[in-house]
């Protein structure tokens, strides 16, 4: 089913068990040639979600800011989209282009994202399109004003989310995860898949 929250369709599962089992198996693939690593904010401090990437950019943080770019911290260029994720923007998203980033976020069962807007992709007219595998995440997301009212969802393995329209500069964040919900990943924890048009 649809359900619409904040201005935001979450397409609640989306994939079913062996789309997902697949799935996890090619963000395999793109963190076997593209490490996992845990990215630092400008200030030095650690996030606490790890992050690798795939497509021609990728979401990088470090002690020069954040940005796009073409290559891993580790140098190397990032691995191509696993075709299920294009499957699933060419199936939601809505418009005729391609993603150009597919960020992978995974979240231990400590691990949280803080409230923030998501600017810095050249064309706030393209979606953003995540699709959540493992455990289950409480998704808060608000208004264009940081601060404003704020309405929350558990997202869950298989669903699909997509921000277009006049919630793709909403502010949003994962409060917490719910450790040991899902069987999907054997060690536990939470992946997200976040693909973007960046420029
Ligand atoms: C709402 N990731 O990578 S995905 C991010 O679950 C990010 O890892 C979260 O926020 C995660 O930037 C949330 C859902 C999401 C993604 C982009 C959005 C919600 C959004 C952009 C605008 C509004
Ligand atoms: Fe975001």
């Known amino acids: 089913?649809?359900?619409?929250?904040?201005?935001?369709?979450?397409?609640?599962?989306?994939?079913?068990?062996?789309?997902?089992?697949?799935?996890?198996?090619?963000?395999?693939?793109?963190?076997?040639?593209?490490?996992?690593?845990?990215?630092?904010?400008?200030?030095?401090?650690?996030?606490?979600?790890?992050?690798?990437?795939?497509?021609?950019?990728?979401?990088?943080?470090?002690?020069?800011?954040?940005?796009?770019?073409?290559?891993?911290?580790?140098?190397?260029?990032?691995?191509?989209?696993?075709?299920?994720?294009?499957?699933i923007w060419r199936a939601v998203s809505g418009v005729a282009r391609d993603p150009q980033s597919c960020l992978i976020n995974y979240y231990d069962a400590d691990a949280r994202m803080g409230m923030h807007q998501d600017r810095d992709e050249g064309d706030f007219d393209m979606p953003v399109v995540s699709v959540s595998l493992g455990d289950e995440a409480l998704f808060r997301v608000g208004g264009p004003e940081r601060g404003g009212k704020t309405q929350s969802i558990w997202l869950k393995s298989g669903d699909v989310a997509v921000m277009g329209g006049t919630a793709r500069l909403n502010f949003h964040g994962i409060d917490r995860i719910r450790a040991g919900s899902s069987a999907l990943l054997p060690k536990g924890g939470r992946i997200n898949l976040t693909m973007r048009v960046v420029e």
Do not use: C
Not at 7 to 36: F, K, T, Y
Not at 67 to 72: G, I, L, M, S
């Open 1 to 87: 089913m649809n359900v619409q929250v904040g201005g935001i369709v979450v397409h609640q599962e989306h994939l079913n068990a062996a789309d997902q089992a697949d799935l996890v198996e090619q963000v395999r693939r793109v963190v076997r040639s593209a490490p996992l690593y845990r990215p630092e904010t400008r200030t030095g401090r650690a996030m606490s979600v790890r992050m690798t990437s795939a497509g021609t950019f990728g979401w990088i943080s470090d002690r020069r800011g954040y940005r796009y770019d073409r290559k891993h911290p580790d140098g190397m260029e990032w691995p191509p989209i696993p075709p299920g994720a294009l499957d």
